[in-house]
């Protein structure tokens, strides 16, 4: 059970179907995309720390639990197509991704692939990958062989890199420049996707919020101070600033954190 702050007065309500509820597949308006992006994140801003083995950021073991990845995994199940960057794939070819972009299978996640059978959504959503390098091993692309890819990239990008990525079944699609927030908005919409799941790190979600192109976000704050150097928080570029507007608060003191559900201003007028 988790306690339910706002907006309306406390009560106690159970953990599972929080998030599946909300029915973020059917948010967007007629020839739109409904974009949110979710993290979870430690009370001193960190959602993700070297890993001096790997070379690699990764959400803290500190602040990872099964709770919180329950509300990600219904996040996901409400999606037409999941965000993600380049980096995610190379992690994955090295094993040391943190799932296989879900929704989970296996009995804890089986009522979310019952739900999205219900509300006529494909199995599992697909993919939509934002990289400038298309240094994307493919080899951790087929292991997402049961849904359809394709990776939004800059003009100009590695002709060989691009010619295998086609051959491979991947959708490449160049913008004219770079890839801006109203870019990666207006493929999703060409696309036919209503809504759509932000699962990448800070450099993306500041692509997206910078041009206003975010209508969401969840954001998962744990109990802890980690103070760890080197580390990422979920926005570290620089850009104007952005009021967000809270739109609910769960306490949850079985774990020890909150989830918080804010809707970004700009889009909200």
């Keep these: 059970m988790i306690k339910k702050l706002y ?3 406390l009560e106690e309500i159970p953990l599972q179907g929080t998030y599946l509820d909300l029915k973020l597949h059917r948010r967007a308006k007629e020839g739109d995309t409904f974009i949110y992006a979710n993290y979870i994140s430690s009370l001193d801003g960190r959602i993700s ?25 219904e996040l996901a199940g409400q999606s037409d197509v999941m965000l993600t960057s380049g980096r995610y794939f190379r992690q994955l070819a090295k094993g040391i991704a943190q799932d296989l972009l879900p929704v989970g299978t296996g009995p804890d996640f089986a009522d979310i692939q019952k739900w999205r059978k219900q509300q006529q959504l494909k ?37 060989n890199k691009l010619e295998k990525l086609n051959a491979s079944g991947v ?9 801006t927030g109203w870019f990666i ?19 993306v979600h500041h692509t997206l919020v910078s041009d206003s192109c975010v209508d969401e976000l969840f954001l998962t704050s744990h109990f802890s101070l980690l103070g760890s150097q080197p580390f990422h928080s979920i926005l570290e570029e620089n850009m104007d600033a952005t009021k967000l507007k809270l739109k609910s608060l769960y306490l949850d003191e079985e774990e020890g954190q909150m989830f918080m559900r804010y809707t970004y201003a700009k889009r909200d007028e």
């Design 49 to 73: 720390l070297l890993d001096q083995r790997t070379g690699e950021f990764s959400v803290p073991d500190a602040i990872a639990n099964a709770r919180d990845w329950r509300l990600y995994q």
């Design 7 to 9: 907006p309306k007065q």
């Design 185 to 203: 908005r207006k493929t999703l919409i060409t696309l036919g996707y209503r809504s759509a799941y932000m699962i990448a790190g800070p450099k």
């Design 171 to 179: 959708q490449v699609i160049q913008a004219q420049g770079a890839v």
């Design 123 to 159: 199995a599992q959503p697909d993919v939509v990958i934002l990289s400038d390098s298309l240094d994307i091993p493919l080899e951790a692309l087929c292991m997402l062989s049961d849904r359809k890819i394709t990776v939004l990239t800059k003009y100009g990008s590695t002709l």
